[in-house]
């Protein structure tokens, strides 16, 4: 074989590689002592989990099982819907990553609104796809008839999420329907619900949802055991679809893409429902708490149906982090936008108090 001295020395990515946007830290040179930057439960597993975990473990030489079955059945179970329509993976940005695979590319585009979850525009041009991005209404909420006016021949998906990831906002029923009602049947529309759980009519509102999802074949339910459920670490997640959407999602996923230990402990978080009853009370109750403190404060923050709030302080963005971090609490800085606070302990919800006090007076 001969060798062309222009070539590179090393091989080289796809365009793509370079231009993806960076999935933002929280800052600080110093592992602080209490996080409120990433939306995580500081709630422990309940007993029954953490025996599951602990059983599973015993057995982690071996694989799990090809593709999520024993929580597909749980799924169906609970959730009074049929196994085909579901499909698990590791953690719900996975399942969404495999979702676009399957049906995003390139001449394709993937509408969502900006700014939500910052992983959004990684998958899609990972795809190949181009991402289009609906700025926010000025109250933080998705400009709907905005990202209906985004749609095109060449749109793949719209990405919608319910509470929205930074901002909290939530997607009434009514809007929701109406907006399904204006999409192309062609064109995916996938609800992302992380955060679901947190909503004050949360079970009313993922049933509305499932009755959706029959009268809109393209739309597409993603879910996570991340947040209410408290299993960040372990990674699951999954999708509710149409089977023919489905079919395909499951034909792009890598086998044995749940692990073990993720599925045994979510199978038992699902069964567990009086200490998820819990959690979400405890979490809702920390979220009432903190937005007073807040709002005592001059800030005025949005409503928010999620594990966090949203504090939409602008340039001065950078400068709370920072008085934060002196009160050794992480928090999640979007330069120039505002500042998400997750719902966390006593003790972090005091330190993030003291970042704001600090903060108002500098």
């Known amino acids: 074989m001969s060798h062309a001295t222009s070539l590179p020395s090393l091989p080289v990515p796809r365009d793509v590689v370079a231009s993806l946007p960076v999935y933002s830290k929280a800052g600080g040179a110093l592992a ?46 609970q959730l009074g819907i049929a196994q085909d329509l579901l499909v698990t993976g590791g953690g719900s940005l996975a399942v969404l990553q495999q979702l676009l695979t399957a049906f995003a590319g390139p001449g394709k585009d993937v509408v969502f609104a900006w700014r939500s979850y910052e992983a959004y525009p990684i998958l899609v041009r990972l795809t190949g796809a181009l991402d289009v991005q609906v700025p926010l209404t000025a109250n933080h909420r998705h400009d709907l008839p905005a990202m209906a006016h985004a749609v095109t021949d060449s749109t793949a998906a719209i990405i ?20 399904l009602a204006s999409i192309p049947a062609h064109v995916l529309v996938v609800l992302d619900q992380a955060y679901l759980e947190f909503t004050d009519d949360a079970e009313t509102s993922f049933q509305h949802s499932l009755t959706l999802r029959v009268k809109y074949p393209n739309l597409v339910l993603l879910r996570t055991f991340s947040k209410a459920y408290g299993l960040a670490g372990l ?125 108002q007076r500098s």
Do not use: M
């Not at 602080?32 to 439960?41: D, G, I, M, V």
């Not at 909290?168 to 809007?175: A, D, K, Y």
């Open 235 to 359: 990674r699951a997640g999954f999708l509710v679809a149409h089977p023919d959407i489905s079919r395909h999602v499951r034909a792009v996923s890598p086998p044995f893409g749940l692990n073990a230990v993720a599925e045994s402990a979510s199978v038992a978080a699902l069964a567990d429902t009086e200490a998820l009853a819990a959690n979400i009370a405890t979490v809702r109750a920390g979220r009432s708490n903190l937005q007073a403190q807040l709002a005592a404060r001059g800030i005025d923050v949005p409503a928010s149906g999620g594990n966090f709030l949203w504090l939409p302080v602008g340039d001065a963005s950078a400068a709370l982090e920072g008085a934060c971090l002196a009160e050794s609490v992480s928090v999640r800085c979007f330069p120039g936008e505002g500042v998400r606070v997750s719902v966390g302990s006593r003790q972090a919800e005091a330190a993030v108090l003291s970042g704001v006090d600090r903060w």
């Open 32 to 77: 602080p002592l209490w996080r409120a930057s990433s939306n995580e439960s500081f709630l422990t597993p309940s007993p029954a989990v953490l025996a599951a975990i602990g059983s599973a473990a015993q057995h982690c030489q071996q694989y799990p099982t090809i593709d999520g079955d024993p929580l597909i059945k749980a799924l169906s179970q």
């Open 160 to 179: 919608l999420c319910s509470p929205n990831n930074p901002t909290g906002t939530v997607l009434g029923s009514q809007e929701l329907e109406e907006f």
